[in-house]
């Protein structure tokens, strides 16, 4: 599969090449990563053809962005497409208070939820100046749900705010050109299905809802989005690592060690790649991409190598008896649209 290969993202103007560069890691998602390995990544990332790159301004307290801007505010604009998130605001962090949670390797800052209207205008102004950069071509609305916002009344409050004030915001800013497109970023179906349904959104950035392990989002969310053109782009296509690294003791599913039952079901997935000689991580990355709603997959790199070995992977051919075994072993659904 040609990781270059351009599709349109809903019924907007913009086209998203199939494989992108999520930025997430390169904030400290996680742990430290040095400057120059994570600008590295996303210059290599850049010189292979990938020409669609994700932040946000939460990815590190805004260090994700600086990273991204850093390598691609010296290439022509048209080059590549960009996408970065509003909902939260960033402040200063005072000497005196906590350490932020979740983002311990993140810039001194600290994030408040804002989904107002002005908040959307705050954001993106931040967002701006931290890429230098003077245009962002498709802004996702970012965490609304109950993981985030930490109950369901709360949960609520946001997505109602979001509707009287972000929504109405982003409307205008595609309305007027300043962006090419807008949808809402997110973990979790319920949210994706509500965002389609209300809204007009463009595309939607869904995590980890449809995978080679996962494929729940083609129960409502895939037909939904297919009756309404709206673009799907997929972020944690390894779900957390657990499709690159195996079933081993430790291994995480949705960034918590996988349950036992989900650690057999890969080891069954893992056998049936290993009998057709193909990694288990390249037919991960390449199966979303099978589905007609699915614009493209992006997963998160941490340095040059990580990039290289993705790029090396959605190269990969996969015999279509591959996934014609997956689905005779029960391994993946027999609806789910694959080659062959």
């Known amino acids: 599969m040609d990781h270059r290969f351009e599709r349109k993202l809903g019924s907007s103007g913009v086209a998203l090449t199939a494989l992108g560069f999520g930025a997430a890691p390169i904030g400290g998602f996680r742990f430290a990563i040095a400057e120059d390995e994570a600008t590295g990544a996303v210059r290599t990332a850049y010189d292979a053809g990938i020409g669609y790159f994700d932040t946000s301004p939460y990815y590190g307290y805004g260090r994700s962005e600086l990273r991204v801007g850093q390598v691609l505010r010296e290439e022509p604009r048209d080059g590549f497409v960009l996408s970065t998130k509003i909902g939260r605001v960033m402040s200063p962090h005072r000497p005196d208070d906590a350490t932020p949670p979740l983002r311990p390797n993140g810039l001194p800052f600290d994030e408040r939820f804002d989904y107002s209207y002005d908040g959307v ?162 037919a991960a990355l390449q199966f979303p991409l099978h589905h007609p709603c699915v614009v493209s997959t992006i997963p998160g790199a941490i340095s040059r190598a990580e990039v290289r070995q993705g790029v090396a992977w959605m190269r990969m051919a996969i015999p279509d008896a591959l996934w014609a075994e997956l689905k005779q072993e029960g391994l993946l659904r027999a609806d789910a649209p694959v080659p062959g």
């Open 121 to 282: 205008m705050r954001s993106l102004e931040q967002s701006y100046l931290r890429l230098g950069m003077n245009r962002i071509d498709v802004v996702y609305i970012h965490d609304v749900d109950i993981f985030s916002h930490g109950t369901p009344d709360a949960y609520e409050r946001a997505y109602a705010a979001v509707l009287e004030g972000a929504v109405p915001a982003l409307e205008e800013l595609r309305r007027n050109g300043v962006i090419g497109a807008f949808g809402a970023g997110l973990n979790d179906t319920e949210p994706c299905l509500r965002f389609a349904r209300d809204t007009s959104i463009d595309c939607l950035l869904v995590a980890g809802r449809y995978t080679l392990l996962v494929q729940e989002a083609m129960d409502e969310l895939l037909p939904l989005c297919a009756e309404r053109n709206i673009g799907v782009v997929i972020g944690g296509p390894y779900n957390s690592g657990i499709l690159v690294h195996g079933p081993k003791e430790g291994s995480t599913y949705f960034y918590k060690p996988a349950p036992a039952g989900i650690r057999e079901r890969v080891a069954g997935i893992e056998a049936v790649c290993a009998r057709h000689g193909v990694p288990m991580a390249a």
